[in-house]
């Protein structure tokens, strides 16, 4: 460390990387973030930091490579602009498409990883400003699932218990297509430790991960077939009378048309589907129903496949039929993935609902934001980010797009789709750090800030508020997102201006029942709070559906298996299976600029099985080509046991193999959630 302790300014404020939200301070010498120290005692992370964290969080801010002014494309080539000239083209040249076009032939994509001012003020662009509902975040290709899926069968779309419950006072965590000790580092330090004291891990996933290790029981299920193995587990229970009779006589609806489907999934057919042991299947039933305390935590092995929304209804029956719901140690806990991808969907950049889950739909709602921003509103839901590009891709219906903060050419599946959606558009904004993938193929480039020159606040995975502080200013001609949103919104001629993040977060407030008793103020005298927090003496809410679920009932989603959209076959015999690693942080933008992070490991790779490797020839360390229908890419064969035989994994994190140039971009027709989880390959061995 460069700097003695007196030197320093700390600046409390939550770690940019994943929704575990750890709180730290940000060492600042003159005006130079220099390093980070975990916040002790902090409820999240009790102090704990992970390597992305420690390491990798804060080198990119100060990068030379950060965009500093805006640029406008002329003849193929980007130019310096001044704001007010980039402002007026990227308002004029959108009206000119509505005009032409009509009201919801432009989109926007919000952004995960900015604050939930940010999202608010951006969702709010987009409806008042153009009058669309056209408006989506990341969580579309991550997490939609769980927030359709949860939604309907328990009334909210959030994590239902924090993750403090993870203790050693918890019997058995379920475990199912997550691997936090990679992508939840701290998260997956709490179950580790809880199982190190007691606690017993059925780890459910078609890989070997590091918390198999240790684990009581590890179903190594075929991907895709999630929906059959909870049906399976609901079976065994079902039939040796383990279910919670209460419980569902009292709090639930629609137990028998769920027991009929439930009757097919014998454990030997599921033990066919899900390439598993049936006897396997019965134990984990057993210590599941068994446990006092039981958890179901997931993530996108879950919810990224053309059946994820059910993947998702399948594992609330299963905590419904046994009363894992609405209780410290209990419930069903997705994962969420971004640091705040958890407050992108609460603050309304939905297609579907303005900030805390109202539907656009709903005629008292509109008019209570009618009324609030001072225009009418479009009455119609809009589009989700993944059919937006399926429609451009095809030439269709979106001409003109707004992108705050994304990157989907390297972060969306079938990059050569993603190309052709982008390319096919009239005109394209990018309000963004660095020059990306994405930004490359912009008219208008803006210049934002990163979450260290900013104030706000983040929601991460248990619906808790974290506030953001600013630490820093940089030199540059940057602005504060939402003052771009604001400058455009006005030029769009609906005057609009923000006085600050916190004058923001009152306004989200007052439209939002949930967030209604929040404010800066609080956050800032200490108190921790976790939404639903309807009035300003609420303690927040911790744990969901405690005596009665959000929708009053609990529903039991009648879910039947329906395989993956596409499997292997002659041409491409192998299934892929994507995933992250620990050291990155998806598309790099910010990882990918810590050199000790990048001297750790920094090129693509591919997980093979001996079995198959062998079978082709490939050794470990060759360099193979992986050809799917849609795109080929070039990596290094990683060959060992941590995938099963016919199965291949890798990461989107690195550009010399991104695995998004061979992944599917079909979706699930609830969420409209794509398929990352399972594709078809072919993989041959290079020179
Ligand atoms: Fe950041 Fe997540 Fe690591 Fe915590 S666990 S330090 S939030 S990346």
């Not at 769009?492 to 929040?518: K, M, N, V």
Request: glycine fraction near 10%; hydrophobic fraction near 35%; include cysteine.
């Amino acid at each position: 460390k460069k700097f003695r302790p007196w030197e320093v300014k700390r600046v409390r404020t939550t770690c940019p990387h994943c929704a575990v939200g750890c709180q730290y301070d940000l060492l600042v010498k003159e005006n130079r973030i220099v390093g980070v120290d975990a916040a002790p005692g902090s409820p999240t992370n009790e102090g704990l930091l992970c390597v992305k964290g420690r390491f990798g969080s804060y080198q990119f801010v100060h990068s030379g490579d950060r965009l500093r002014h805006p640029l406008i494309k002329e003849n193929g080539a980007f130019r310096r602009a001044s704001w007010d000239e980039a402002l007026d083209l990227v308002a004029s040249r959108m009206k000119g498409i509505q005009e032409q076009y009509g009201r919801d032939s432009v989109g926007g994509f919000s952004c995960s990883r900015a604050t939930n001012e940010d999202n608010y003020a951006f969702q709010k662009l987009m409806r008042a400003g153009l009058g669309t509902n056209n408006v989506d975040n990341c969580a579309r290709v991550c997490h939609s699932a769980s927030v359709h899926g949860l939604a309907t069968t328990l009334g909210s779309g959030a994590m239902t218990n924090p993750m403090a419950d993870i203790t050693e006072d918890v019997d058995v965590i379920l475990l199912v297509g997550s691997n936090p000790t990679e992508a939840h580092p701290v998260m997956g330090a709490r179950i580790r430790r809880a199982v190190r004291r007691g606690t017993k891990l059925i780890v459910v996933d078609p890989r070997k991960i590091d918390l198999t290790e240790g684990c009581a029981l590890h179903l190594q299920i075929k991907p895709g077939t999630n929906v059959a193995f909870a049906n399976g587990m609901l079976n065994v229970i079902l039939s040796e009378g383990l279910e919670d009779r209460d419980f569902i006589q009292n709090r639930t609806e629609g137990f028998e048309a769920l027991r009929e489907i439930v009757a097919e999934y014998t454990p030997e057919r599921v033990g066919e589907i899900c390439h598993i042991d049936p006897d396997g299947l019965r134990a984990a039933a057993r210590m599941y129903a068994a446990a006092r305390k039981a958890p179901i935590i997931y993530c996108l092995g879950v919810t990224e496949h053309s059946t994820g929304t059910e993947g998702v209804m399948a594992l609330s029956n299963l905590a419904m039929a046994v009363g894992k719901l609405g209780r410290s140690g209990c419930g069903v806990n997705p994962l969420r993935g971004q640091n705040n991808v958890q407050g992108a969907c609460d603050m309304g950049a939905l297609p579907y609902q303005y900030p805390g889950y109202q539907k656009v739909t709903d005629p008292a709602v509109r008019e209570k934001f009618e009324k609030a921003w001072g225009l009418p509103l479009s009455p119609n839901d809009g589009l989700t980010s993944t059919e937006m590009l399926a429609l451009s891709a095809r030439g269709e219906r979106i001409h003109g797009l707004f992108i705050f903060g994304e990157d989907p050419m390297v972060s969306d599946p079938d990059t050569a789709h993603v190309r052709r959606a982008l390319e096919n558009l009239d005109f394209l904004v990018v309000d963004e750090l660095f020059m990306t993938e994405t930004a490359q193929l912009a008219d208008v480039v803006l210049p934002g800030v990163s979450y260290a020159e900013k104030e706000g606040t983040f929601t991460n995975t248990e619906r808790r508020q974290m506030r953001v502080r600013k630490a820093v200013s940089l030199e540059g001609e940057m602005r504060q997102d939402y003052d771009i949103f604001a400058e455009v919104e006005t030029r769009l001629g609906h005057p609009c201006r923000y006085e600050s993040a916190a004058a923001i977060y009152d306004e989200i407030a007052s439209l939002t029942p949930s967030f209604g008793g929040l404010s800066h103020a609080r956050l800032d005298a200490g108190e921790d709070l976790a939404w639903p927090c309807p009035a300003k003496d609420h303690p927040g809410t911790p744990i969901l559906h405690v005596g009665k679920f959000a929708r009053g009932l609990g529903w039991f989603y009648p879910a039947r298996y329906r395989p993956s959209a596409e499997l292997p076959d002659g041409d491409y015999p192998l299934m892929m299976v994507t995933g992250r690693m620990l050291y990155h942080y998806n598309t790099r933008a910010m990882t990918g600029r810590a050199e000790g992070i990048c001297q750790v490991v920094n090129e693509s790779y591919i997980e093979i099985s001996s079995r198959d490797a062998a079978a082709l020839g490939v050794a470990h360390g060759d360099r193979v080509k992986v050809s799917s229908r849609r795109g080929e890419l070039e990596t290094t064969a990683r060959v060992g046991d941590k995938v099963g035989d016919g199965e291949v994994f890798m990461t989107f994190h690195f550009p010399d193999g991104n695995v998004n140039k061979v992944t599917n971009a079909v979706t699930d027709d609830i969420a409209h959630i794509p398929e990352y989880k399972v594709c078809a390959v072919r993989v041959s061995k290079l020179g």
